[in-house]
């Protein structure tokens, strides 16, 4: 079952439930707490998977407490030493309110409410989105990957339109995870086409992996691109070269 079908609501309407189990929970860390409500409900909670839906309000902050005090046991390990150094000393807790409430934030809220419109003038014509910037961060080292996304859109008179500014707001939302960037732009490509139903899609994505500057081997210029091409797009290679034209036209302008 694709992930992207799992609907998570935008808005929460419902009132929270009370945790059934809120006795037995009593000294068992959050993330277990939370672990086992997505075991419960045989979900999968891969780097690169929303588990937003099984966290309650308000437990994001005891979320970020427990990450920061593991983060402190690193720090510890890595023989810091964190009440001298001013530098350190709120490392922990900075690095894991980074990694819960911003550069992992896909992980941890809803999907962003993306409000459709029939396409009345039925529009017909390519159209490009982009490039649209990409944070996110390698799975493999938690390591930055730094890009950007190019969208091509073919439209009929049944697909839905997103308004422009939800392109980026949706690619910030699936890319804010550890992830590979093979599976980050299969996972954008999912959510665009379940939620537009386009008779064509097109993504292209290019971006620096720090884990190849920083460590490895210490490569500073290679660059992944990678893309995917759905529907008009794997049939029509006329269709794939206006794509890439006007891509290209649009990273010219830059
Ligand atoms: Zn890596």
Known sequence: MPRTTKRTPSKVSTK???????????????????RRRIQAKKARFHANDNIAQFIEPGEI???????????QGVLESLVID??????????????????????????????????????VSRLNELMI?????????????????????WIGVLPDKQTALIGLSKYARITEWIMCR?????????????ILEEKMKPTGL?????????????RG?????SKMV?????????????????FLALMDKQQGKQ
């Open 178 to 190: 550890p992830q590979i960037q093979e599976e980050a732009v299969v996972e954008l490509a999912n």
């Open 217 to 221: 081997v210490k490569d500073l210029n």
């Open 202 to 214: 097109a993504l292209v994505m290019e971006a620096d992996h720090f884990c190849m500057q920083w």
């Open 61 to 71: 902050d005891g979320l970020i407490d427990e990450v920061a005090s593991k983060l």
């Open 16 to 34: 929270p439930t009370p945790r059934k189990s809120r006795k037995s929970d009593e000294g068992v860390p959050l993330s277990q707490v939370i």
């Open 226 to 242: 990678n893309s995917v091409m759905r529907g008009s797009f794997l049939k029509d290679a006329n269709l794939r070269r206006e």
């Open 129 to 149: 989105i982009g490039p649209i910037a990409v944070k996110s961060a390698c799975s493999h080292h938690l390591c930055p990957i730094m890009g950007r996304v």
């Open 82 to 119: 964190t009440e001298s150094d001013h530098n350190t000393r709120g490392t922990a807790y900075r690095v894991a309110k980074m990694y819960v409430n911003e550069v992992f934030t896909g992980r941890y809220t809803p999907q962003p409410s993306l409000t459709r419109f029939p396409n």
